[in-house]
């Protein structure tokens, strides 16, 4: 899957200090609906649980980190993405809407009605980006916060 929200940072901690910070910033994460966090020796994933439990329409980063441990340094790479109903609901919606609008702009000649159609596609591109990416920032600062404060 393609990542819509990417970046790497470098810190002096062992691979084991840094999963051990990861599970304390849970903690902090916790806004009112619970995290579900798995870890493995070089791996992390945090997702956000939707407030419904039977509801997967949420725009929240699904987070996936690698651990890499050189020497005396430590190297965690991070990807958010969405989740994965999400992104083809809106890859479904996008293409639709986008070419609905095109085919009334090119096709049929009609921009009164392609402009229906284009503000449907552009309302699929701001509800996907103004609710992911916030969110994104948010974790993405959180995380370096976390990995490299002084202890």
Not at 103 to 119: I, M, V
Request: net charge positive; aromatic share 8%; glycine share 6%.
């Amino acid at each position: 899957m393609i990542s819509l929200y990417r970046f790497e940072v470098r810190v002096p901690l062992s691979a084991a200090e840094v999963r051990a910070r990861i599970q304390s910033l849970i903690g902090q994460l916790q806004e009112g609906r619970p995290w579900r966090v798995r870890t493995t020796e070089q791996e992390f994933r945090l997702r956000q649980e939707p407030a419904d439990p039977e509801d997967v329409t949420d725009f929240s980063p699904q987070v996936h980190g690698r651990v890499r441990e050189q020497h005396s340094e430590c190297t965690v790479q991070v990807s958010m993405n969405l989740h994965p109903l999400v992104a083809v609901f809106m890859a479904v919606w996008l293409s639709l809407t986008g070419g609905a609008a095109l085919w009334q702009l090119f096709a049929e000649r009609r921009p009164d009605s392609a402009l229906g159609a284009g503000l449907m596609f552009a309302l699929g591109l701001l509800v996907t980006f103004l609710a992911f990416y916030p969110s994104a920032r948010r974790i993405k600062k959180r995380l370096i916060d976390m990995l490299t404060r002084a202890q």
